[in-house]
Nanobody, 125 residues
Framework: QVQLVESGGGLVQAGGSLRLSCAAVGLAFSNYAMYWFRQAPGKEREFVAS????????DYSDSAKGRFTISRDNAKNTAYLQLDSVKPEDTAVYYC??????????????????WGKGTLVTVSS
């Protein structure tokens, strides 16, 4: 059974940093592209970042570029999202997802193999 488990969310002050993790179980992790999405209160889920299986290709939403960094450790079956210089508008539930196909900036409707349940990030002003 495939399972993605996010962790690392919490309360952080504006301008601070946070690192999110996504641990994969039951998945040939190194064969999958990994994605991060987020959903703010009252808003639709949106793409944040993506990384191909070999880490050579990454992509970010305009709001994430220059502040967030996606990475992965295939030996640990874990993907990461480093959030730096966070803003109150970054407050959201952050979800990771996996797909055998790499699409730079997929819509939330793209057919992912699996989704995590999310981790809440709250940025105070």
């Amino acid at each position: 059974q495939v399972q993605l488990v996010e962790s690392g969310g919490g309360l952080v002050q504006a301008g601070g940093s946070l690192r999110l993790s996504c641990a994969a179980v039951g998945l040939a992790f190194s064969n999958y592209a990994m994605y991060w999405f987020r959903q703010a209160p009252g808003k639709e889920r949106e793409f944040v970042a993506s990384i191909a299986w070999y880490s050579g290709n990454v992509d970010y939403s305009d709001s994430a570029k220059g502040r967030f960094t996606i990475s992965r450790d295939n030996a640990k079956n874990t993907a990461y999202l480093q959030l730096d210089s966070v803003k109150p508008e970054d407050t959201a539930v952050y979800y990771c997802a996996a797909s055998p196909n790499y699409v730079p900036s997929p819509s939330p409707d793209y057919g992912m193999t699996s989704w995590g349940k999310g981790t809440l990030v709250t940025v105070s002003s």
